[in-house]
T-cell receptor, first 111, second 113 residues
Framework: GESVGLHLPTLSVQEGDNSIINCAYSNSASDYFIWYKQESGKGPQFIIDIRSNMDKRQGQRVTVLLNKTVKHLSLQIAATQPGDSAVYFCAESFGNEKLTFGTGTRLTIIP | KAGVTQTPRYLIKTRGQQVTLSCSPISGHRSVSWYQQTPGQGLQFLFEYFSETQRNKGNFPGRFSGRQFSNSRSEMNVSTLELGDSALYLC????????????FGPGTRLTVL
């Protein structure tokens, strides 16, 4: 069945360093992928998305990479700040009809 | 533009009771999806409504139901509450087409005692 999983449940990064959060997906038919950030007590916040016809997309301080060959998705955050501390979820869908979420990675920024 | 709003933010119920949660989407958005978030199961899709019709449904028992009104506001109902229904219930809205991003509300924290 469809599933999305994260390699690491926790990640600690020094402030100012770059961080990389990884995600594996199993449904080769998925054509839309999203990264969300969830802070304590809040709903998931959209960060960046990518469609299967692309392999890289950049936003402000964030880059998403998609490797369809190995069904792998990653989120790179440049120059991490304390406000980046949160749980990050990847999600995938086919036709954007239903999002299937990964288990999440907790990113902690060390001052 | 105001974001997705959910009411109430917190709710405490006892087993056997029923509960109704409300979601107001971003103005102009016609699609509303509901998710359940628990530490053990993560984020799980419940259902999606578009133009007052259920367009997609997850793998939850019939105790979980929803509806959408003509103004796109949505409600979800859980009947005969069980302890395992304790969770954060999240609502997400999007404009409606398959290329639109889903934006989440802050959630309703439901505790079943």
């Amino acid at each position: 069945g469809e599933s999305v999983g994260l390699h690491l449940p926790t990640l600690s990064v020094q402030e100012g360093d770059n961080s990389i959060i990884n995600c594996a997906y199993s449904n080769s038919a998925s054509d839309y992928f999203i990264w969300y950030k969830q802070e304590s007590g809040k709903g998931p916040q959209f960060i960046i998305d990518i469609r299967s016809n692309m392999d890289k997309r950049q936003g402000q301080r964030v880059t998403v990479l998609l490797n369809k060959t190995v069904k792998h998705l990653s989120l790179q955050i440049a120059a991490t700040q304390p406000g980046d501390s949160a749980v990050y979820f990847c999600a995938e869908s086919f036709g954007n009809e239903k999002l299937t979420f990964g288990t999440g990675t907790r990113l902690t920024i060390i001052p | 533009k105001a974001g997705v709003t959910q009411t109430p933010r917190y709710l405490i119920k006892t087993r056997g009771q029923q509960v109704t949660l409300s979601c107001s989407p971003i103005s102009g958005h016609r699609s509303v999806s509901w998710y359940q978030q628990t530490p053990g199961q993560g984020l799980q899709f419940l259902f999606e409504y578009f133009s007052e019709t259920q367009r997609n449904k997850g793998n939850f028992p019939g105790r979980f139901s929803g509806r959408q009104f003509s103004n796109s506001r949505s409600e979800m109902n859980v009947s005969t509450l069980e302890l395992g229904d304790s969770a954060l219930y999240l609502c997400a809205s999007r404009a409606g087409t398959s290329t639109d991003t889903q934006y989440f509300g802050p959630g309703t924290r439901l505790t079943v005692l």
